[in-house]
């Protein structure tokens, strides 16, 4: 059974503390993306990696940190240095950077009191 | 600058009707779209895509449209059904500064628009 999976499915942390969502794809897909998305309001992308030790900031990528070590796995760590860190969080990935559809994963919603 | 839109567009019809969802894209340069159906708490589904060398294209039930003229894009569902009910968010890619204007993949996600279908 081939996708995208994410987890925690919903995560609480305390101010101050780093975390780390888990995205894993065993669709052989090249590129994986992060997003964040805020209540009413549409994806903005936060890193993006086309290749294997390889990424790149997104539109919105301070206080956040990736890393790409394997093909299927790209984890996205938010730090304390961001300020607004409560948000759902959606990983996604395509064959290759390329216009091409982007699958998504079911996401993670991560609230920081 | 953040979007700071709240409120999205809603769009309301009867189990049954056809429902057409606009979107207005940003960069006339943008060579591929794409639409996503969204169920609350759940990540974005592939609904339909196309390239800009084309002006329509059909799935099964839905229809996209593309006016590069305009920059517009609408989404077209035939016989809507409750099960259609989400929100539904267009998206456009630009091509990259590689040789032969390759996009790097880098969508930007319209607001969405809530489609609710009534029994």
């Known amino acids: 059974d081939g996708g995208i999976t994410q987890s925690p499915k919903y995560l609480f942390r305390k101010e101050g503390q780093n975390v780390t969502l888990s995205c894993e794809q065993n669709?052989?897909?090249?590129?994986m993306y992060w997003y964040r998305q805020d209540p009413g309001q549409g994806l903005r992308l936060i890193y993006y990696?086309?290749?294997?030790?390889?990424?790149q900031k997104g539109d919105i990528a301070e206080g956040y940190s990736v890393s790409r070590e394997k093909k299927e796995s790209f984890p996205l760590t938010v730090t304390s240095a961001q300020k607004n860190p409560t948000a759902f969080y959606l990983c996604?990935?395509?064959?290759?950077?390329?216009?091409?559809?982007?699958?998504f994963g079911p996401g993670t919603r991560l609230t920081v009191t | 600058g953040e979007s700071v839109g709240l409120h999205l567009p809603t769009l309301s019809v009867q189990e049954g009707d056809n429902s057409i969802i606009n979107c207005a894209y940003s960069?006339?340069?943008?060579?591929?779209f794409i639409w996503y159906k969204q169920e609350s708490g759940k990540g974005p589904q592939f609904i339909i895509d196309?390239?800009?060398?084309?002006d329509k294209r059909q799935g099964q039930r839905v229809t996209v449209l593309l006016n590069k003229t305009v920059k517009h894009l609408s989404l077209q569902i035939a016989a809507t059904q409750p099960g259609d009910s989400a929100v539904y968010f267009c998206?456009?890619?630009?091509?990259?500064?590689?040789?032969?204007?390759?996009?790097?993949?880098?969508?930007?996600f319209g607001q969405g628009t809530i489609l609710t279908v009534h029994p």
């Open positions: 996604a990935s395509s064959i290759t950077g390329g216009a091409y559809e982007q699958y």
């Open positions: 990696s086309q290749i294997v030790n390889d990424f």
């Open positions: 196309i390239r800009s060398n084309m």
């Open positions: 998206a456009e890619t630009v091509p990259g500064p590689n040789a032969g204007g390759t996009s790097y993949g880098k969508l930007t």
């Open positions: 960069n006339s340069a943008s060579d591929y």
């Open positions: 669709l052989n897909h090249d590129a």
